[in-house]
């Protein structure tokens, strides 16, 4: 059971000694080590990402309508050192400098640009016959709106301006289609003929994904992206993957056509695009392109600059590390030899034939050896854990840091893999059902001699540098004793020192947010997005409703019956609600006759509780809902679907 914060370590810690630890002779030792094993100096990719530059959004800031800050570059002005400091893992320290690196840049002279540096992901603008082709337009849409901006003040400015003829969206993750309303309105996309192109299965995955989990996925994302850290060099400094996501408002727009599993070539406003379908690598929904009139190879998010999320730590279904070596290696055998460029959504592109062949190589090699290898040492009996373990690096990555462990890492991935094929359970019954945390941490506190002499063991370690076995220890300890400000501030200390030495992005902002959180001074960010009237009108009503059985409370409802028939007029659906035995059924499309009472509501209406815009009770009362039959019933069933708490405690009981 998780309780919320309580106001007892607040305070207590609002007495100080909040600063985070220095970086330990341990953790210098281990950045001095990877340091000298990496050619960190090899200017490369530093030359693709600053290669083409050709206009920047003075200091990185993106402002919203109303004045808030979207995007701003000015607290990350200490990634221009050279030198990491050692608070900073060094291969991490470089990614995030290359992320760092902002503006427009001409990609193909007179024919492709991309806008860098101003959301996690990458926008690409393609130049067709008449018109412009925008590729991936960022996760906000002011984010997007100051993307486009700065290419019609440059580009355009010179060359003549164009309409935009299509959209690209070349995944379902919204950090690819929710600024599309910053660069085209609906009313343009329908007056303009504008077509927004999607891989099959868009519509359905672009919702769905954060619908059902969301709140949980929300919580770890915040933690994953470092959203509740102040930049810094004890803070977040990057994702792996980008900087940090842009905080503005997240939209959609239902695509006008899709390219279907088989894959296609399209022409777009003049220009052929061959598509290949790449559905189950990294989204649900996916494809890449290549241009030949331009040599270009659009590897969308397939292939990137780090190795990427077999299973990402804010939580998803888990992908298909197999699957994924297959597509990047179906890419190289069709255009391996005749690409010229490479581009991503995320990250910097790569020039010259030879480079992108190979850079799609080692991508191929990196995801299937996080396969192989995990099959080939669980047929040998190894478990999750130790097959992660006894498994340091790929071969790959010792000589390419586009396949490094920059986002995802080979250690998850492989636990990834696993649980792909095996489940969450090692096959050791002592793992099948064993106590809760809670309950487990009191008895080996007990065990231990007591909580002075397991503070004493976990402190030991962390003198010994110990981190991982100081983390274990320590947790117990403060599950079993979350007011001690002792054990949280130990267990904080090896956090920081886990998360210094962390190559990925992703793991450094979550154990240095864990160790924020026993501190106390976890920044109070719900989420910087959010969602439009746009994003949550596309969520199907079938999938509202399953949402909203996940918030039924069976505990509490475990003796109710009935069906409530929701009937809702603007979009003419039906859902029939049957509940009983603490569970509450939607069957879609369904009328049943004889419900327990039947609301009539507007979609729309919906939208607005969604949006937090509408409250029941006013609803009820201003007559926007309808009740017939038993209103009681309904009232007290409806009333048995609590909000889940944003803030749930991580890494406390
Ligand atoms: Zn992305």
Redesign the pocket.
Known sequence: MKRAIGLIPMLLWASGAVAQDAASEATRAAQAELAARLPLNDPADMANATRGKIAEIADGVILGKDGRIVWDRRPYAFLAADQAPDTVNPSLWRQARLNAVHGLFEVVPGKIWQVRGYD??VMTIIRGESGWIVVDPLLTEEAAAAGWKLFADTVEAKAGKRPIRAIIFTHS?S??FGGVGGVVTPEQVRRENIRIIAPHGFSEEATAENVLAGNAMGRRALYMFGAILPPGPTGQVDTG?GPKLSSGTIGYMEPTETVPAAGATLTIDGLAFDFLDAAGTEAPAEFLFYIPAYKALHTT?VVTHNLHNILTLRGAQVRDALHWSKVIDAMLLKWGGTAEVALA??HWPTWGQGAVAKWLADQRDAYRYVHDRTLFLANRGATLHELADQTAEAPVQGRDFSTRDYYGTLNHNMKATYQRYFGWWDGNPAHFNPLPPEQSAAKYVALAGGPDKLLAAGKAAIAAGDYRWAAELLDKLVFAQPDSQDARAALASAYDQLGYQAESGAWRNYYLAAAATLRGTELDTLTGNGQSRSFVSAIPTAVFFDALATRFDAAKGAALAGTFQFVLPDSREAVAVVVGGGVEFPRYGVTDPAPTATITIDRKTLDDVMLGQAQFPALLQSGAIRIDGDRAAFLSWFALHPPADPRFNVVVP
């Open positions: 996690i992901s993750h950090d690819h993957l998010e959504s995320h």
